[in-house]
């Protein structure tokens, strides 16, 4: 089956890839969750209208990449959630909260869903955070989780 991807999915492609899939993939996951339209000759033109909004907000090249992670690595960020005794959260912390953070503390706008976190967040404390800016740049800070 031949789908164009609306979102990055990872291990298959990034916005805009027109990629050949097993049809269970695709008609299962894929289109339900909305990760991908079908392939036609008039979805293909929507294909440039992708690429140019995915261009617009991406990392620009690799000295912007750099650039980036400069700035993060002399970022404090510091999230405050809801606690209970001990420091256990209400929850967990997602990639949502750690983005707007991190544009709390100063920094850039990053994209949640280039985010590694390491596992399920859910307690207070520090942890390292990494984020695929390009291909070839990973940066690495970290992340202060506080009763709040």
Do not use: C
Request: a positive charge; zero cysteines.
């Amino acid at each position: 089956m031949k789908i164009i991807l609306t979102q990055e999915v990872s291990g298959l492609g990034t916005p805009g890839d027109i990629v050949e899939v097993k049809d269970g993939y695709g008609r299962n996951y894929l289109l339900p969750q909305g990760f991908a339209i079908a392939w036609t000759k008039g979805a293909e033109k929507q294909v440039t209208l992708i690429k140019r909004a995915r261009s617009a907000r991406e990392i620009r090249d690799l000295g912007h990449a750099n650039e980036v992670k400069g700035q993060l690595a002399g970022l404090k960020v510091t999230l405050k959630a809801r606690a209970g005794d001990g420091g256990r959260l209400f929850g967990s912390v997602t990639p949502t909260e750690v983005v707007d953070a991190v544009k709390a503390a100063g920094g850039p706008t990053l994209d949640r869903r280039r985010l590694e976190l390491p596992g399920h967040i859910k307690s207070t404390g520090s942890y390292p955070v990494r984020i695929k800016l390009h291909p070839e740049v990973t940066a690495t800070f970290d992340l202060t989780v506080v009763q709040g």
